[in-house]
């Protein structure tokens, strides 16, 4: 059995074709076009062929959280300089500093002409509609949670958020579905998951502190409840949903290359802002993450940061063993 897992990034659009055991038996990349949604999935469906001469039983997409596929446009966020609500952080998680914060869905879906034009969706979720030829009107949770509109206390769409920004009717369903559901199937009759965020697909069987090191720095942290926090407002922490519907903490950051002294620094500071309790092993993971463990383990901190084997594939390595579990159990 094998599953191809697609991660459609801001930079690249990666592939990667795992066996149970989950070993990488092939892999491809190539740069990401988002300058429409033809462009997209046209880049997804070249990585794809890289494996024709390759069986596998299933397709897992991933992509980044913050573009918005609606009306055959993709929409990238702007920012807002100031919080939306007075209290949009204690409902949604989700920080509006534009100094500190990347964007979310909600600004994206803020920049929309209209409201009735069909479903709005998240890029992994509009490319399984068209891998699998099947429309969908719904959301996983994980790109809900990353997205600025979720109520995470009642984890459904915060609607008073919505109406008061003229998001009616809703460009999508008010129900969720799960990253692992089946939505379709590929004119090969491949089964087609509906996928998810490609931070939140980790944590799912180990939930761990880890930072991804790649295009951006991603600081996560797991949490049992949602406690929002001003303090970690003020930093431009925000709040998550991941694949097993748990929370976690995670601030996005642009740094340098190489990482500079005072940038590490700050990285411990956030994990310490986060309430990551001492002497806990913080694994750095992605791209960069072999290189940055052990440079930020020579900073003086109470944390112990190591790159686990295969640091790069890390992340997809776990993603694939979530979607393996996810077929066995459908099957």
Known sequence: MQILVLDIGCSFTKGYLFNKELDIIAEYKLSTDMSSPDALELGVRNVMSE?????????????????????????????????????????????????????????SVLTFPSYSKGPALPVSTYIASQLSN?????????????????????????????????????PFSEEFISPATIVGNTENGIPVFAGGHDHSCISVFNPRTIIIAGTWVVLSHPEIAYLPNPDEQKEGIRWTITANGSFHKQIVK???????????????????????????????????????APELDGVKSTYRFTAPPDAEVYQHRQTAKYAFRALELQT
């Open 134 to 170: 099947t429309e969908i009107y719904t959301w996983d949770l994980t790109h809900a949670g990353n997205s600025g509109m979720l109520d995470f206390s009642q984890r459904q769409w915060a609607l008073k958020l919505l109406n008061n920004n003229k998001c009616d009717p809703l």
């Open 254 to 292: 642009k740094v340098s290359n190489p990482v500079t002294l005072s940038e590490m620094k700050h990285i411990i500071y956030i994990f310490e802002k986060m309430g990551v309790s001492k002497n806990t092993e913080i694994f750095a993971i992605g791209g960069f993450g072999e290189k940055l």
């Open 51 to 107: 494996f024709d001469n390759y069986t596998y039983q299933a397709i897992f997409p991933l992509s980044f959280g913050e573009g918005v596929v609606y009306d055959n446009v993709l929409y990238e966020p702007t920012h807002n300089r100031e919080s939306l609500t007075e209290d949009y952080y204690l409902l949604t998680g989700t920080p509006t500093d534009v100094l500190r914060d990347i964007g979310s869905a909600f600004h």
